[in-house]
């Protein structure tokens, strides 16, 4: 009895306090071709029906927000297996006219390429360029811009590309990775100083005759180069 009357005393209290929506949104940007690209589909339902958004969703009961992350992402797009990082909230009480919407937003940065396209089209989903973005419904440019500040961020002190790169790559090709995630231009002779000096990249005695008359040396990443990004981090401005 004390336990059942501890429960009915709980269940009053939480009455006074307002309920909120949970949803997540998905800022799944994709590398193509020297382009950083963003995914978007049009809303589903009103308000904003037929708008370009995120992939987003609620959190249903059952679920973590996680779960509903990789849910959302396989209903919307059928992209699967794919790696999200939890980035921040967002809860400004208006930032959704039907309700109040607490949103958790997540990121990935993926290869365009090795993804299914046709079962993205197929959901009515879009990959684009992220310098001509289309108007986005609510907050999601911001949930963009916060988005791509992670992952410059990431890119910042630890050296990416093992995922978006061929196997074999120029120190252009990598260069061009790092342009298109910063929307800058880099130094080519500053930029090969930088990325050789953390010492997670292995030259091969394969050239790439297609970039230059004397042709470009591939590179990989080395297969073992644990503890080095922490030794020698990268700082790019």
């Known amino acids: 009895m004390e336990g059942e009357s501890a429960i009915l005393m709980l269940t009053e209290l939480y009455k006074q306090y307002p309920k909120h929506y949970v949803a997540v949104d998905c ?26 958004s995120l992939m987003g969703g609620f959190v249903q009961e059952s679920e973590s927000m996680e779960e509903a992350a990789r849910r959302v992402l396989l209903q919307t797009t059928g992209l699967k297996d794919i790696f999200l990082e939890q980035a921040t909230a967002f809860s400004k009480p208006t930032r959704d006219p039907g309700a109040r919407v607490i949103s958790m937003t997540f990121v990935a940065l993926i290869r365009i390429d090795i993804h299914d396209k046709d079962l993205v089209r197929e959901s009515g989903a879009h990959w684009w360029p992220v310098t001509k973005l289309p108007a986005l419904i609510f907050d999601h440019q911001e949930i963009v811009a916060n988005g791509l500040g992670l992952l410059q961020q990431k890119a910042s002190i630890d050296l990416i590309g093992k995922e978006l790169l061929p196997d074999m790559f120029t120190l252009m090709q990598l260069r061009n990775l790092y342009e298109a995630i910063f929307q800058k231009s880099f130094d080519p002779g500053n930029f090969r100083k930088k990325v050789l000096s953390i010492g997670i990249l292995e030259r091969l005695n394969l050239k790439n005759t297609k970039e230059s008359k004397k042709g470009a040396f591939y590179y990989q990443f080395k297969s073992d180069n644990t503890g080095l990004r922490s030794e020698r981090i990268v700082k790019f401005p």
Request: proline fraction near 8%; charge should be negative; charged fraction near 25%.
């Open 27 to 52: 800022s799944i940007f994709g590398y193509e071709d020297g382009e950083l690209k963003l995914l978007l589909y049009p809303r589903g339902f009103e308000p904003a029906q037929g708008k370009w």
